[in-house]
């Protein structure tokens, strides 16, 4: 099932305090939405999440499920 395609026009785009400067960035006032780019690509693509998506990576993370 394919994403309905999200305008990231308002998009208000931070990075993690901790970033070394290239990283992520990430957008969370979209509404129903949280939108994730390359911050050295910031016209490129950006990942798309739900809300409960974005919990599950969150918790993932802090879980220490993935290999970073």
């Known amino acids: 099932m394919e994403k309905p395609v999200v305008d990231l026009t308002d998009a208000i785009w931070r990075r993690s305090a901790r ?9 969370v006032n979209i509404p129903g939405v949280i939108a994730v780019r390359d911050s050295r690509r910031p016209d490129g693509p950006a990942l798309i999440f739900t809300p409960r998506e974005w919990e599950a990576f969150v918790g993932g993370a802090q879980d220490g499920e993935f290999d970073f």
């Open 19 to 27: 970033s070394t400067g290239e990283g992520v960035e990430v957008a």
